[in-house]
DNA sequence: CTAGCTCAGTTGGTTAGAGCAGCTGACTCT
DNA sequence: AGAGTCAGCTGCTCTAACCAACTGAGCTAG
């Protein structure tokens, strides 16, 4: 009976078309609403928090979920290092995720961003660079620079997704403890040349580009996974 | 105090390795083993579940997940349908997700597939071509072709990440009342067009293909919205 | 009159206890 | 030996009470 309370309460949300941020009914008007205890509500209610289509807030209400893609961070991660402990390359399946996405959006982007995003990628290059002096790069950099190459595609799921797999590789990357990190420098130029073929408007450049950045953090990883073992 | 029940259940699972379909300890255990109560337990355990992480079966007891993306169908398609209800080309949005993953995925594919899978392929898209006579393709025949697609590459996480995305781009579909259907008999070509550059080897007309591919879908996609309006 | 505090009333969080419901396996009766 | 039953696990649901976080109205002190 109280088995497909998830739908119901999800039905409520499309049917009233309630927009990310809207305050959903308070526990005990759902209970009566949906004609069931206040356990059951809750229960559900925590399991599509956990989805990211609601958003809890204790002693204030309940409300409609961004609807990000940022739980997906966490199942992601959990499983990779669930995987990784247990013996499996999930890490590298991850990356080779990644890096398949970006190759796809590479091709795609090349010669159709702005030239106000190229100048800001061009900035955080050069971030990278200053930083790269000082030892290592910043994660927060890294990640803009990401965040920033796909802002282009004015695709916000495509960048949530993106962002989400970026955020379960740091993740299990900070959760694991043998780790030998790539030369900064390097991975800078790398990052230049990223940029160069995509403002060229050359697809097949950047492409190569983004897959030849993979490849070499793909074969640091490789050389910690022959350590760790 | 029990805020952090789920961070305490998930290192429960890493601490003890547990693999997927081993039995988790009961909600009782549980409750006595984080001195909790069973409210709490239970609720995390939705969330775990909710995940992927966990797998609840009545009666039966509490399993360690598959840890399969599966999850991830629920919350997206929820959130492309919501979007859809609320005006957003959220339904293209996910379409062109697709599109970079598996144009992505076609470059890295393109003359790496063993002879065994690209006969699978063969078979499938001559199976297409048989119902696209009698009507229409049957879906799961599509999704048999997408999913043998990325079995080459041996990464089962991308595997299920591509699948959970065809499975919520399939379920809004569903979900959405006005739908028209591209013709059949077009669409097979152009499965066919995709299996012989990849067996050709050509990373180019592979990714080439694939792009028509969703190109074909994205102008059907846009003409119904175009009446939806 | 205003700045700040207090407190009542909302919301979600947690607990205990009872009973329901599905599944398993051993035990019993035919 | 086979079929049925039942005890004892499991998770599921509900109630009732209380705790904890937050808001906002209203009061008090400056």
Redesign the pocket.
Known sequence: ???DLLERIKELIIDRRLPPGAP?P????LTELLG?????V??ALKALQAMGIVD???????YVGPMSMAPLTEGLAFRTVAGHYRGEDSLLQLLELREALETGLAGRLAGRLAEADLAELDALVARMEEEALDGAVRVETDRAFHAALCRGLDNPLLSEVLEAFWSAYRRVRADLPEQRSADPRASCARHREIVAAIRAGDSLRAQAAIRDHFCNIRSHLRLTYRFAR
């Open positions: 009976m109280a088995s959903m308070s526990e005990r008007e069931t205890g206040r356990t059951c809750r229960e809890i807030r204790h002693g204030f209400g309940t």
